[in-house]
């Protein structure tokens, strides 16, 4: 089945900017919807956005809404979280997710390993 790497995290001020990207390897990208979750210290893991297989519906959590785009391009197997407006509270281990749908990570089968975000004030 795919395996999922996520890239692009890293250390930004508040209002900046950073695109992750999920590399698919393995497999069939295309043949999955994707999601990307999160986890801030000492809280639970948490939905950010989720994208079909075919990029036709997308879906976001309320804090993201209007400051992130999910995206993907299967000819190149990768997704994507562009994140705009950066906020202290976006800080946190963001893990792309496929083999589900949903907004439960329970409903995913195929995680990365994570790339950290931390937006400094």
């Known amino acids: 089945q795919v395996q999922l790497v996520e890239s692009g995290g890293g250390l930004v001020q508040a209002g900046g900017s950073l695109r992750l990207s999920c590399a698919a390897s393995?497999?069939?990208?295309?043949?999955?919807?994707m999601s990307w979750f999160r986890q801030a210290p000492g809280k639970e893991r948490e939905f950010v956005a989720a994208?079909?297989?075919?990029?036709?519906?997308?879906d976001y959590a309320d804090s993201v809404k209007g400051r992130f785009t999910i995206s993907r391009d299967n000819a190149k197997n990768t997704g994507y979280l562009q994140m705009n407006d950066l906020k202290p509270e976006d800080t946190a281990v963001y893990y792309c997710a496929a083999g589900g749908w949903g907004r439960g990570g329970n409903e995913y089968n195929i995680w990365g390993r994570g790339t950290q975000v931390t937006v400094s004030s």
């Open positions: 994208i079909t297989w075919s990029g036709g519906i997308l």
């Open positions: 393995g497999g069939t990208f295309s043949n999955y919807h």
